[in-house]
Structures are given as C-alpha cells and as structure tokens.
C-alpha cells in the first residue's frame, strides 16, 4: 500500500485526498501517519518501544516531490519530554533518511523505512536510538 501511495504522490493521481500509510525504522519504531497532499502535511502517531515513558508520540511533517524521489520531513514530539529526548526530526528521500536531535548526537543518524510489519536487522549499535 505505500508503494501505491509514494506512487501517486510521485506521479500523481487523481483521487489522492488523503490517503494513510505505515512505515517503520530499524528499531521497530511505526509511522502511522496521513499523507494530506492537497495542503502538502504529513500527520499521525509514532510508536516504539526505547525506555521512553510514552510509548506513542504525535507526529507532523510535511513532504516534497524532488528530481531524488520523494523527501519527507517528520518530527516527533515527546509527550512527556521529561522521561527522554523531547523531540527529534526525520529527513529524507524516501526511502532513506537521517535521525536529526535537538540534543544529544550531533551528527545525522542514518536509516532507512520499510513497510509495517517487514522484518528488520535490528541495530545494535545504539545510533539513533532514542536517549
């Protein structure tokens, strides 16, 4: 289905209003967001489980279609800052991004989406995990 989504917002489609999609990271974190490409936001839910209290955080964002593919920008707001990072930032041609902090790491954290329910080689390294 996201195939399908990233297609028509690619190419275009006629009936795409808002249509919704799930992907998720090597760490098993889900993007359950709606792609609104009429006013060109991106919103949802993220859910996870790295020893943050909350375990599901809004999201919103928004998406351009490049020469590159697809670049989406997301950013999850912790709803309980207090109990881990408060906020971080994905950016990317789809289906590539980079892990960006407000605090913490630095550098850009690189990942990669897959579709929900895809296995994933889980990253031991700890990079991008949330802290």
């Known amino acids: 289905m996201i195939r399908n989504i990233l297609a028509c917002l690619a190419f275009g489609c006629a009936t795409l209003a808002a249509q919704t999609a799930c992907l ?9 967001f ?4 009429p006013q ?3 919103y949802g839910t993220t859910t996870g489980g790295q020893s943050c209290q909350s375990a599901t ?3 919103t964002g928004t998406f351009a279609k490049t020469a590159n593919g697809l670049f989406f920008e997301l ?14 930032t994905l950016k990317g041609i789809y289906p590539n991004f980079d892990w960006y902090y ?12 897959v579709a929900c329910g895809s ?13």
Do not use: R
């Open 102 to 113: 407000s605090t913490g790491y630095t550098t850009p954290q690189p990942s990669k989406y």
């Open 57 to 59: 955080w809004p999201i």
């Open 34 to 37: 709606t792609i609104d490409e």
């Open 24 to 32: 998720q990271d090597q760490y098993g974190n889900q993007y359950n």
């Open 75 to 88: 950013t999850a707001a912790n709803p309980t800052p207090d109990s881990c990072v408060a906020e971080y």
């Open 40 to 42: 060109g936001f991106v």
């Open 119 to 131: 296995a994933v080689a889980k990253d031991v390294t700890g990079k991008g995990a949330l802290k």
